[in-house]
């Protein structure tokens, strides 16, 4: 059987063709009353596009100008001064555009520019992207750091690393170090040496699905969701490791499920010296970490942990920020 060996596909069985009811149940659980039937309506409708541009290769005005030109109209994404969204009509265009092409502009959603922007890093910082493949976010932390400081990027997934590296030549960004190597062992290489350490875990993918496309839904489940949040548990203990006393670690996910998220995150702070900081970032409709779910009691600081829930412009995604205590 062709997908016998992903998780949660036992052989022998076919793909679901439509996402699990399992799945909207459980999303449900998540999500206020007020808002579900805007969260539900999310998975099906047109969705907006979305880019950062790439300020290694290209200044904000001028980018903009050139979309106006193609009669593309953009709205500033409130969090992330180089982040634009643009309507659906006009999704496919953006992607056909010479700026994106030319890596003048990264399609990225606006909930994945939260994790960096989260992190706060500043120029001549030591940043480290623990999984970094295909380097939306390690795109956004090198122009962050404007190419001072040291910027390490990790990826364990041989093809998807040389995706990242060709990705990080593309677009102006070659002097990032990049790894091929386990993030959850990186902590033997490099203790205590990071100022700021991003984690934008492997996961579920949840707040990816769409109704249309049984490609993102295709090896959801339980079991998957479990095998997902020992990873991430691995990785986020490893990233904890590597930041210095008194930096900062930033933990991100896809998904909504609290196993991979508050779950993950309370399991570290049992383990390490680490305080929650609350996230400093304008996002609209975001809700706070869950002190509890379905019996699972999670450690009460996540209030300051970020749910974004998606709404057609932004995607699901759960965002919290560590520091290690010195
Ligand atoms: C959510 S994606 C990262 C997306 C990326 N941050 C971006 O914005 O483009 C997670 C990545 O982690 C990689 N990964 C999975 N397990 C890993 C591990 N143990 N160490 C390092 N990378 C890992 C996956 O192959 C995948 O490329």
């Not at 790439?54 to 193609?70: D, F, I, K, P, Q």
């Not at 579920?204 to 993102?216: A, H």
């Not at 974004?308 to 965002?319: H, I, K, N, Q, S």
């Amino acid at each position: 059987m062709e997908h016998a060996t992903k998780p949660g596909i036992p052989a022998g069985m076919a793909r679901p063709k439509t996402i699990p009811p399992l799945f909207w149940e459980r999303l449900r659980t998540l999500v206020p009353g007020d808002r579900w039937s805007r969260v539900r309506a999310s998975f099906e409708e047109a969705r907006s596009g979305s880019f950062r541009v790439n300020t290694l290769r290209a200044e904000v005005g001028a980018v903009l100008e050139e979309m106006h030109s193609e009669g593309i109209g953009t709205s500033p994404v409130a969090c992330c001064a180089d982040g634009f969204v643009v309507e659906p009509v006009d999704r496919e265009r953006l992607a056909a555009t010479a700026a994106h092409r030319e890596t003048r502009v990264w399609l990225q959603n606006p909930s994945s520019m939260v994790p960096v922007v989260a992190l706060g890093p500043r120029p001549g910082e030591r940043v480290l992207d623990l999984a970094a493949a295909p380097g939306s976010k390690t795109l956004q932390l090198a122009a962050a750091l404007r190419g001072e400081g040291e910027l390490a990027a990790v990826e364990v997934v041989k093809p998807r690393f040389h995706r990242l590296r060709r990705n990080l030549e593309a677009a102006g960004a070659g002097w990032v170090k990049a790894y091929l190597q386990d993030g959850a062992r990186a902590w033997r290489y490099r203790p205590d040496h990071f100022d700021r350490v991003l984690i934008d875990a492997p996961c579920s993918t949840e707040g990816r699905f769409r109704v249309d496309e049984p490609e993102t839904f295709a090896y959801w489940s339980p079991a998957k969701i479990r095998s997902m949040a020992a990873k991430q548990t691995a990785l986020l203990d490893s990233a904890v490791r590597c930041v210095r006393p008194g930096g900062v670690v930033v933990y991100s996910t896809c998904s909504f499920a609290p196993e991979e998220n508050e779950a993950v995150v309370t399991r570290v702070l049992e383990r390490h010296d680490l305080e929650v900081e609350p996230i400093e970032a304008e996002v609209p409709g975001a809700i706070p970490g869950l002190g509890e779910w379905e019996g699972h009691v999670f450690h009460p600081a996540l209030a300051d942990a970020m749910r974004v829930l998606p709404d057609g412009t932004w995607e699901g995604f759960f965002v919290v920020r560590l520091r290690r205590r010195d």
